[in-house]
Antibody
Framework: QVQLQESGPGLVKPLQTLSLTCTVS??????????WSWIRQHPGKGLEWIGY???????YYNPTLKSRVTMSVDTSTNQFSLNLSSVTAADTAVYYC??????????????WGQGTLVTVSS | EIVLTQSPGTLSLSPGERATLSCRAS??????LAWYQQKPGRAPRLLIY???SRATGIPDRFSGTGSGTDFTLTISRLEPEDFAVYYC?????????FGQGTKVEIK
């Protein structure tokens, strides 16, 4: 069973870059058996899909965020990361890392981290 | 961007009753639709993908139907652990948008 754990700053200043890392256990990023995703949830509101990355580095981003999003994988540490640039208060949310086994659609994760709240404020 | 509208906003039912949740898309998503369950303070849990395929480990009291723009999630007999918020998600369009959720609460 794959387990995921988000880590990173809980507070980011406006216009700075939000950086989060997801540590994977119980599965190997380099195996190619999963798509690795980020999804966020604004406080008290619904969900927003950010994008996913495959172990090859192939990415697929939400067009509404694409200009500010960068995802990467580090197979040596079995981690994948999210960078979101030029943040504003509207980027305050719980950020989830998640993954989909390749037999499922890439955009429908079946394993999720517990989520981490990131607040954008000066 | 495809907008998903879920109805009703809140469904008040008793354990053992049948729950019927609706998700309507602003344009066709074929069968590229998923359903998730979320409990307070927890991550979402994938229930259904491809409009009607149950994810691994999901009880058969959960079923999904529909195609195009109209979709339904049915819980045949509500168990106490089923009271939660349910979201639909489309992945036929690049933004992979979610609906606003339906809360299933105990009556």
């Amino acid at each position: 069973q794959v387990q995921l754990q988000e880590s990173g700053p809980g507070l980011v200043k406006p216009l700075q870059t939000l950086s989060l890392t997801c540590t994977v256990s119980g599965g190997s990023i380099s195996s190619g058996g999963y798509y690795w995703s980020w999804i966020r949830q604004h406080p008290g509101k619904g969900l927003e899909w950010i994008g996913y990355i495959y172990h090859t580095g192939t990415t697929y981003y939400n067009p509404t965020l694409k200009s500010r999003v960068t995802m990467s994988v580090d197979t040596s540490t079995n981690q994948f990361s999210l960078n979101l640039s030029s943040v504003t208060a509207a980027d305050t949310a719980v950020y989830y890392c998640a993954c989909s086994i390749v037999t499922l659609p890439a955009a429908t994760p079946n394993f999720w981290g517990q989520g981490t709240l990131v607040t954008v404020s000066s | 961007e495809i907008v998903l509208t879920q109805s009703p906003g809140t469904l008040s039912l008793s354990p053992g009753e049948r729950a019927t949740l609706s998700c309507r898309a602003s344009q066709s998503v074929n069968r590229y639709l998923a359903w998730y369950q979320q409990k307070p303070g927890r991550a979402p849990r994938l229930l259904i993908y491809g409009a009607s395929s149950r994810a691994t480990g999901i009880p058969d009291r959960f079923s999904g139907t529909g195609s195009g723009t109209d979709f339904t999630l049915t819980i045949s007999r509500l168990e106490p652990e089923d009271f939660a918020v349910y979201y639909c998600q489309q992945y036929g369009n690049s933004a992979h948008t979610f609906g606003q959720g339906t809360k299933v609460e105990i009556k």
